[in-house]
Structure formats: structure tokens, C-alpha cells
């Protein structure tokens, strides 16, 4: 938060909610606002959506680091799941109607097993799990039920408990688009970006990723290269822009697998590293009886943690001589999955914004419920969040990051409109990274960048060429400049000023 | 199955060859053109499949393992984006160009990855086909093999429509699905349609390879396709194994990998594609030589009985008079054909624009219904889908219907022939003692059936319709190059976030509302009207050439019926005056020739018979 205003506007929210919350009090939308001020100290909510084996639990197990989420098909993947930090390992499940329960939560193989007990996943509104954990310390998330194909199952889309219904608040503040590798062309493609279950979401709080990268290619040891380069080419499709800010590849069973591996997997890799190539054709013949070095039970275990491409893959690694102990071989797998990308995305992209997000969100949830259920004070109240609506300069930049993105607001050239989104705070709020600066560069060079930046939009905004959009775009990015330059310590630039006017006097 | 294959081959090139050189005897240059075509037809027969699937399902890397040859581009990242058509050559020789034989021009070998892979999006117009020859034994009979671009999402794909065109044309269709997950309904309702336009289907479900629960996959798809109502098998792949198979001599490799499995059913394929066409060629060789037969036992009757010369050239001359008749404007067959295929061309073209409408309907009360933020984004897939299945059914109506006319000429021209041969056939007019049923032949068969089949028009339906339709692998690739239906954008879909991301449905509901939903009934429309203009065009095109053809091929057998009457005219003729010493000698002569000419009529017949007994294609 480093634009002027910042102060302010946790705190006008803070009121303006508290004066709704009056108004409201009473009816039975009074939750609702009570519900909105809560949301506003807790963690940000990302929700993993994407279609069926499209590796969204894998995922989740990955971003956690344990085996939380159920892979495989049985009852507790048709509910939504919430994983949250909390004071001890325990799951609730929410009844669509009635109180939470506390429902048993077993350890199975290093594997997590849910009993409903007498519950039917259907009744349920959602399942959440509470594990104390520092990586669900600022982000919770949401595993959402897989919906089935396009087409087949139009009408029996009443996933609906993620939606924003009018007047409520959106359930997820932010949302990972898992897809498998498509054809630009494909039906599916967009769709994978575009969810029903979340509406409030605009292209600057949705990432896509690229699941199942170390499948890419028929499970070649580069495939998780291939998928890089695949990813960087969804980046560029103008339609995929105007969906999420970036796309990643992740390949999360590598990340698992890397995350899980024991000493022993990686001397039973070493010794398979050793044994004929004709080994690792099949995934039959790996997991099959014959006359391998390593034991037929420890070699079925190996393919179901890390898949046929992740014992290729870490085979590769060994017999090259670029990993030499467990440690540097689930270092390597961890790396390779792209997880670490996807995890600093989350962090710098939602989590530091995530009071702005949240903010966005309930001004928009309180905006709906005025018109939903309307008041007396309805009016002043609109207007109210008008106010802050335009006058926060970081919601201002927000909308016009997503404008940007979505094609509302459209500049002359492509390279434009990259210098514009990375002002506008892309790819991080701060400073430097809003500068395209190292992490490390000395304040003087943010305040020379800040000041050059500031320059050269000025002169883009007031040229006689500048159509409307530049100059709406220009006059954003001034205040963020100047904001920008606020921000860093002040004292070099009076004595600059009087350095001029004195000359100049 | 591939031995007695040959072996029947070799059986009816033989007999071909015979009654051409009895035919060139009997200088009957015409029957003699006729059968060499016929026998060239036999051994350049081809026998198309197809290999189609979603984008990524290792369709490439079917064609190249199976082949053992890297004919195909295959890529992580870059797809298939031309048809590619992989036929038999004795050496590796690559052409592309236009959708049409002759358009296409020879191109180095190592460009063809760029010619298969280019972006549809970016590159222009350039090689709608890619054609490669490759020496290899399993192309030898005539297989060709046709890897496809990937249809995403099934029907709900732009580019179903043409490969679905060229599924009613192709002889086998090879549907390429992954062991990474089951079918999809998208893949589901496209097999559905597959399976109604092309007889013979496999399902391989590929990389069994890279996932351990392949088993499972394999088991719940022949369950999907169980309840869809199709009975397929789903043969597991692994090129991989494949591949590795053939590289070291691992024979367990190779049988693992479900090749030759798939190698055996296209080999079936052939066979029964290839048993059509011989069942042609025979009826073609026992149709020549009855005709043959027919003329010197004219001859012979003048030679033994001059006494009723009179009556044999009034029957002839009758018989003359109504093969005219056969070959003129005013024939029946003719005029049914004519009568048929202008009821056919307003039939299908009602049937378009009314499945079009149906389509418009349901697309409007759509709009009208949808929530634009929700539903509005699957409004064009979803457009695609119903579009693409209701050509696909167009499609279907048109085959059927085509097959019918074809049938119904076939008949009527049959009863008008038989009874001309009838005439004509003064043996039988004149002396029913000697009314041999092997000259006529296949008397056990009804007679319409036995007329055609006499006619060496048995294969009439799906080969005479089939045959236009796309039969041909020139044919084919028209079809699956032509129909690139325009894409529909809605001009609303990218206006929409921004629309709706700071209001709610239910406050822009007003005019800004209604003018996006008009624009997009307006877009909707435009392509409706587009794709029927396409459509329409195509099917008309479609019933020109049917009509066409099946007027070339009956006026080509009356032609020779004609010249067949003629020349038992003349023979008539030249025999009365001849005197009584020639005669005796002559007598002789046609006696042993008639006898030989018997003899191989009766071979004809008999190996027609086991053709047809055989054949279910061909008997239907």
C-alpha cells in the first residue's frame, strides 16, 4: 500500500460498513453486512476451480504441503471443501440448513479420510478443514467439486454455493483456473477460465494454470518445459487477458511427490536408475513382477506418488548426475513443478492485495444488496460508496488494470498497454516491481524511475495525438506516480525545487 | 484372411482377363473398355479411413506408429492443422495443395511438419491437404489413412462440421480417446454421430503406456458407450510400446501394444471394401460374357433353324427398338430418376431449412431466457453444436434418401433390361427348350436383384451414392477441406466483465440490456443464414453430382445393351445368307465356342455368387 489514500481507505470502508450494518439492522440482510465485517480480518480466500481430473486437489495438497484434499472419486470431492488454518487438525461439515458439526477426520496411509458419518454429501453446504498450518496462515482454500463437460450437464449445473447471488457476498476473494493442456481453438479452452461459480471474479483476481504439465507431450522429461512455453502462448490470446492476469504451468504431482519423498524412494530411484530401460516404457511393466531391482510393492507405491513421468523424470535426474540425495532430488521435483511460481503469484499478486480485494468485493456486495433489498437511507448510502468507489485511488487503479484487460479501455499499442498494467501493480504493488526495478534497488533509483515515469505520462496524456482512453489512463497513472514518489522519503525533492527556483530567481 | 484375400483377387483378375480377350474376339471393343476399367478399378481400390478424435489424443502418433514411420507431425505443443493423407508409394514422396488430386504439387519431405502444423488462425489459405505416399505392406491393397485436426469438444467444434462430411464417405473411421480420462459427453455424442455415418468404427483409447489405471478407463468408456447404445469395442494403445517394440526386436512389446490389433482391423477393412469391388468386377465379367453368350447362341439358332428367321429378326428388331428406348430421353429409368431426384432436392432442402429453424428457435428462447454473465459465454459452443448436429443428420437424410433413388433406378431400369433381354434373347423367345438359366444367370435371385446383378451394377448402393458422395479419396479430401464455417463472435461476449462487473443483472436490465441481446440475434442470425446458404449450396451440389452419375452409369449399360442388339442383329443377318457348306462349318465352330463361352459364364456366375453369398455389403 504504498499510493496515497491507503490510510484512509480501510478505515471510510470500516464506517461506511458500520452505517449499512445500522441500516440494515433488523431485517434479514443484517448477516449479510455483519458477515462483510468479518470477512475483512480473515484470510484471503482462494478458491482452486477447474474441470473434472483437471488435478485440483493434487494442487491443493501441493499449495498445503500435506495430503489433505481426497484425490480420488469418493463422496467427500462432490462437496466444497475449505481448508483453513486453525488450532488443531479438525473438520466441520456445514448442513445447508442447520448448525456445523464436527465430523471425524482419520489419517489413513498419510492419506486424509473424511466420515460423514450419518450426513449426505448433498445436504451438505460445504466441509471445512481446520489444520494448523503457516502456508494457510494468509490464504484459505477452497477445493470446489469438479463440474462434469460442457454440454452434458447444462441443467444440472446448481453448484450454485459459490455464486454470488444479488446481494450477497462472493464467497471466493480470488480463483485458480485449473485447465489440461488445450487447443487454443477449443471449446474448452475459454471455458476453463470462466467458471459460473464465480462471478465477482475479474481478470485481475483469477490466475489460470496449466495443470498436468509433466503429462504434456505423452510424459516426456521435458514436458514440463513444453508446458512453459505453452502457457506463455495462453498468455498472449487477447480473450485469455481479458479472463485472468497470467497462466502458469504446474505439474502438482511432481510438487507432492517432491514435497512426500523419503530417503528410501530415492535409493529405490537410484537403484531403478540402474536397471534396464525398458523398465520405465509401461506403466504395466513398472508396476509389473518381473525381475526388477527393486521390490514390485515399492515400485507400485513410487508410480502412485509420483506417476510414470515423475520416476522418468527423477531417473533422468539421477542417471545425469544432477541430483545426489533425496534432499536435491525432491529440491529438483519441487522446482521443476512450477509450484514455487504458483505459490509466489498467490503471495505477491492476492495476498498483498488483499485488503484491496476484499474491499472491492464488499463495496460491490454492498452496491448489490441496496439494490436487492432496498432502504430508506439507500440513496445517501449509494452514494456513499460512490465516493469511496472513485476517490480510493487504489480501487481506481484496480478498475482500470481490469479495463485494461478486458478491452474496455483500449490503447493504440500492445507494448503500452504492458508498461500501463505493470504501473498499475501487475505483477506486485510495490514500488519497485510497479517500476520494473530489481528488488534491491536503492531508493534514489525508485524516486528517479517514479520521476521519469511520471514525465513521460504527462507528455503521453497532454499530447495533442492522446485519444480519450490514453488521457484516462494517463491521469491514473500521474496519481500513481506521484504516489510513488510520495511514498519514498521526501527530502530530495524540496531541496531539488529550491535548487530550481533559486537558479531560476 | 489377408491370403484367401489375394487368392479371390487373383481369381477375379483372371476371369476379368478371359472375357476381355473374349471380348476383344469377339471384337466387342466396348464390353472389352468396360471390363479393363473395371479390373483397374480392382487394383487401385482404396479403402479410406479416418482417424479422427479431441485435440490431443496422440491421433498423429497413431498414424506414425502404426506406420512405423514418422509421416505425421507430432508435437507437445503445436497440433495438427491440415488434413493429412497417407497412401501407399514405393518411395517416400510428399505433395500438398488444394483439396482436388490434380491441385497438388510435390514438396520436400522435410517441410511437411510446417505444412501440417501451421496455425489456421495466422497463415492464409495455403495446403489444404497434405498428401504422403510411403512405401509400407499394410498401404499396399489400398489403404489410406487420413489423420484429421483435433475436434475440441466434439460437435461443439467449428471444425466438426467438415470432418463429419467426411465421415459419410469414409470406409472406416479409427476414434482416437486417451487413457488419461473416460470419454467425455462431447466425445460420447460425436462417436454417436460417427458411428451413424460410417459402418465400421473402432474406439482406441491411446498412452496406455503413461497411466497405470488404464484398465479402469478402458472399462467405464465400453460402459459409456453401452449406455449411449453402442456396441464398440475400445482397443487400448501404446505407440510408445510400439515403438520400442520395433526398435529391439521385444515381440511382448509389440503385442502389448495393441498395434497389431488395430492392424488387423484395418486389414479387415480392406478386405471388405476390397470384396465389394471384386464383387463389380465379376458382375461386370459374368454381365460381358452373358452378353457374348447371348450373341453366338443367336447365331447358332439362325445357323440350325433358318425357318424362322423372320420371327428371330422381328423379336430383334423389337429388341433393338426397345433398347432406343432404354438409351433415349423418354426411357423410364430415366424419367424416374429425374422425377426422383427433384423430389429429393426439395426433400433435403425443406429438411435443411427446417432443421435451421428449429436451430434459430432454440437459440432465441435461449437469449431470451439466459443470463448474459452466466450463459451468454457458452452461447457459441453451444450454437456450433446444434448447427454441426443438425448437419450431421442433414447429412444422413441426404445418404439415405440418395440410396433410395439409386435402388429405385437400379430396379426400374433391371425390369425394363430383363425384359429387353428377354426379348432380345431369341434362343429363349424362340425355343423355350433351350432356355438355359446360366445365360441369364443367378436365376435363383429375385428378379430385379438378379437384373442388376447381371448388369454388374450390384453394388449399386453405397457404391454409386457412396461413390459420389466421397468415395474417393479425391472426393473425400473436398469434403473435409471445404465448409469452414465462420466462426461466430459475439460482439458482447468481451463487453460483458466490464458490463456487469459493477452492476448487477437485475439493474442493467434496461436498454442497454435489450441492445446487447438484439446484437447478438442479429449475429445469430447472420450465421444461421450463413451456414444454410452453405449448406444448401453443398447438398444441391451434393444431388447434381449423384444425378449425374447414376445418369452415366445406366445410359452407359443401355449403350451396350444397345450395341449388344445390334450386333445380334448383324449376326442374324450375315448368317442367312451364308450357304449351306459354311453353315455346317460355322455350326461347329459356335458350338465349341458357346461351350467355352459356357464354361466361364458359369465360373463367373459361380464366383459371383460366392462373392455375394459372402459379402454382406455387397448382397444388401
Partial sequence: ?505 | MPNAQDAETARVLALVDEAVHEAQGRRRDDLATRLVAERRRVLRGSCAVLVVGEFNKGKSSLVNALLNARVCATDADVATAVPTVVRFGEQLTVASGGADDAARSPVDPADTEALQTRDDRSAPAGAEVVEVAVPRELLRDGLVLVDTPGMGGGLASAHAARALRALAGADAVVFVTDASQELTAPEVELLRRVAGLCRRVLCVLTKLDLYPEWRRIRDLDEAHLRTAGLRLPVQPLSSALRHHGLRTGDRRAVTDSGYPRLAAFLRGTVAATGRQGLAAAAAAAHSALSQLVAELATARAALTDPARQREQLEALRDAQHRAEELRGGGSRWLQLLNDRIGDLTSTVDFDLAMRIRAVRKEAFDRLETADPRREWVELEPWLHERVNAALADHLRLLRDQADEVADEVAGRFGEDAWRLRAHADIVRVTDQREAAPDEIGLAALAASRASRVELGIAAVRGGSTGAVLSHAVGLLVVAVASVPLAPVVFPTAALLGGLFARTTYRAARTAQLRALRAEAERTISLHLDEVEMRARRDTRDSLRRIHQHLRDVFAGHATELQASVHRNLETLAHTVREDQQGRQERLQRADAELTRLRALAGRAEALLGELLGTGPEAAR
Fill in chain 1, 1 to 505: 500500500m504504498t499510493t496515497s489514500g491507503s490510510e484512509a481507505l480501510p478505515a471510510r470502508l470500516r464506517a461506511l460498513l458500520a452505517t449499512v450494518a445500522a441500516a440494515y439492522a433488523g431485517t434479514p440482510s443484517a448477516d449479510v453486512v455483519a458477515a462483510l465485517l468479518i470477512r475483512l480480518d480473515e484470510p484471503l480466500r482462494v478458491a482452486i476451480a477447474g474441470r473434472l481430473k483437471a488435478g485440483k486437489s493434487t494442487l491443493l495438497n501441493a499449495l498445503i504441503g500435506e495430503r489433505l484434499a481426497a484425490t480420488d472419486a469418493g463422496e467427500c470431492t462432490r462437496v466444497i471443501a475449505w481448508y483453513e488454518n486453525g488450532p488443531a487438525e479438525r473438520a466441520w461439515a456445514h448442513p445447508r440448513d442447520g448448525a456445523r458439526r464436527q465430523i471425524r477426520m482419520d489419517r489413513v496411509d498419510e492419506r486424509t479420510v473424511l466420515q460423514l458419518g450419518g450426513l449426505r454429501a448433498e445436504d451438505l453446504d460445504r466441509i471445512v478443514v481446520e489444520v494448523p498450518s503457516a502456508r494457510l496462515e494468509r490464504l484459505t482454500l477452497i477445493d470446489t467439486p469438479g463440474i462434469g463437460s460442457l454440454s452434458a450437464d447444462v441443467s444440472a449445473r446448481t453448484v450454485d454455493a459459490l455464486n454470488v447471488v444479488d446481494g450477497q457476498a462472493p464467497v471466493a476473494d480470488a480463483v485458480l483456473y485449473l485447465m489440461r493442456h488445450l487447443h487454443a481453438s477449443d471449446v474448452g479452452f475459454l471455458e476453463a477460465f470462466h467458471d459460473h461459480q464465480f462471478l465477482g471474479v475479474t481478470p485481475v483476481n483469477a490466475i489460470g494454470l496449466l495443470s498436468r504439465a509433466d503429462e504434456v507431450g505423452g510424459g516426456r522429461t521435458d514436458a514440463v518445459e513444453i508446458a512453459a512455453r505453452i502457457a506463455a502462448n495462453y498468455r498472449q490470446d487477447p480473450r485469455v487477458r481479458g479472463l485472468v492476469q497470467t497462466v502458469l504451468p504446474v505439474a502438482g504431482l511432481l510438487a507432492e511427490a517432491g514435497a512426500g519423498l523419503r530417503e528410501r524412494d530415492h535409493a529405490a530411484l537410484r537403484a531403478l536408475a540402474g536397471a534396464d530401460e525398458s523398465l520405465l516404457l509401461s506403466a504395466d511393466r513398472f508396476a509389473g513382477d518381473d525381475g526388477a531391482p527393486v521390490d514390485a510393492a515399492v515400485r507400485r507405491e513410487l508410480l502412485a506418488a509420483m506417476g510414470l513421468t515423475g520416476v522418468r523424470l527423477s531417473v533422468a535426474l539421477i542417471r545425469a548426475g544432477l541430483v545426489r540425495d533425496a534432499g536435491e532430488l525432491a529440491r529438483e521435483l519441487r522446482r521443476r513443478s512450477g509450484l514455487d511460481e504458483v505459490r509466489h503469484a498467490l503471495l505477491s499478486q492476492f495476498a498483498d492485495r488483499c485488503d484491496l480485494l476484499k474491499a472491492q468485493a464488499a463495496l460491490h456486495t454492498v452496491e448489490r444488496l441496496l439494490d436487492a433489498s432496498p432502504v430508506p437511507q439507500g440513496d445517501r448510502l449509494r452514494a456513499q460508496v460512490e465516493g469511496i468507489l472513485a476517490g480510493a485511488h487504489e480501487l481506481v487503479e484496480l478498475r482500470l488494470l481490469n479495463d485494461l484487460r478486458t478491452g474496455v479501455v483500449q490503447l493504440p499499442d500492445p507494448a503500452l498497454v504492458e508498461e500501463a498494467e505493470v504501473l498499475l501493480g501487475r505483477a506486485g504493488s510495490g514500488a519497485r516491481s510497479r517500476l520494473g526495478l530489481p528488488a534491491d534497488a536503492p531508493d534514489d533509483a525508485v524516486r528517479a524511475g517514479a520521476l521519469a515515469t511520471l514525465r513521460l505520462w504527462q507528455r503521453r496524456g497532454e499530447s495533442p495525438v492522446a485519444d480519450a482512453a490514453v488521457q484516462r489512463v494517463a491521469a491514473v497513472l500521474r496519481r500513481t506516480c506521484e504516489g510513488l514518489l510520495g511514498a519514498t522519503a521526501a527530502p530530495v525533492r524540496r531541496p531539488l525545487r529550491t535548487l530550481r527556483t533559486s537558479s531560476g530567481a
